[in-house]
């Protein structure tokens, strides 16, 4: 089965505002690094469209004034990639994008029948649902030494509590430290 890692910034008391933290170019080169060993993306809708508006170019090459050089290969790591959406709202995507419909529990598990690699999830609202189905393999943290005291928080309304096992660590100069887990006794991936 593909494996589902579910990889998001957070912040000490536990932030996930993409706005709490400032990543910087070895943030941006971690990120594209770890996107781009995935198969694919799976998004909620509102990931999605947060994701698009950012990182879609307007034309194929063509990056906003805004973006820095070194955030290039991140914007071009997730425009190749295919994506998969999950709405209830959206009828049709694009950007190299397919809605994945019907039983969420059902279609998910069908998308990590087919073959591939890893799929990478985003977000807030669908990982808590996947969470709560089992459904996830894998899960990075990237956690910053900020601390927002506001915002939404990592997981809020998980129904149980989740044992995880530490599988990986990586200290970023910006004192950020990538923290990998697998639910403790193979829950995932059911």
């Known amino acids: 089965m593909r494996p589902i890692r579910y990889a998001i910034n957070v912040t000490l008391d536990g932030c996930c505002d993409h706005e709490a933290v400032s990543p910087d170019e070895e943030h941006h080169r971690y990120w594209a690094e770890q996107l781009a060993q995935a198969d694919a993306l799976l ?9 698009q508006e950012a ?23 997730i425009d190749a990639a295919p994506k ?18 019907g039983d969420l529990a059902t279609a998910v598990r069908t998308l990590k029948e087919q073959p ?3 799929i990478a999830l985003g977000g807030l609202t669908l990982p808590l649902a996947l969470a709560d189905l089992g459904l996830i393999d894998e ?12 915002g939404p928080r990592l997981l809020d309304g998980l ?3 989740l044992d995880l096992e530490p599988v990986g660590r ?7 430290v990538a923290l990998l ?3 403790a006794g193979g829950a995932g991936g059911q």
């Open 55 to 77: 990182w879609r170019p307007a034309a194929p090459g063509v990056w906003p004034e805004w973006m820095a050089d070194w955030m290039v290969p991140f914007a071009e790591t």
């Open 139 to 150: 899960y990075e943290f990237v956690v910053h030494p900020v601390i927002a005291g506001h």
């Open 170 to 176: 990586r200290e970023l100069s910006s004192g950020a």
């Open 181 to 183: 887990f697998r639910p």
């Open 84 to 101: 998969y959406v999950v709405s209830s709202t959206l009828d049709s995507v694009d950007w190299n994008a397919q809605l994945l419909e």
């Open 159 to 161: 129904r149980s509590s």
């Open 43 to 51: 998004y909620g809708r509102v990931t999605y469209e947060m994701m």
């Open 116 to 118: 591939g690699g890893r």
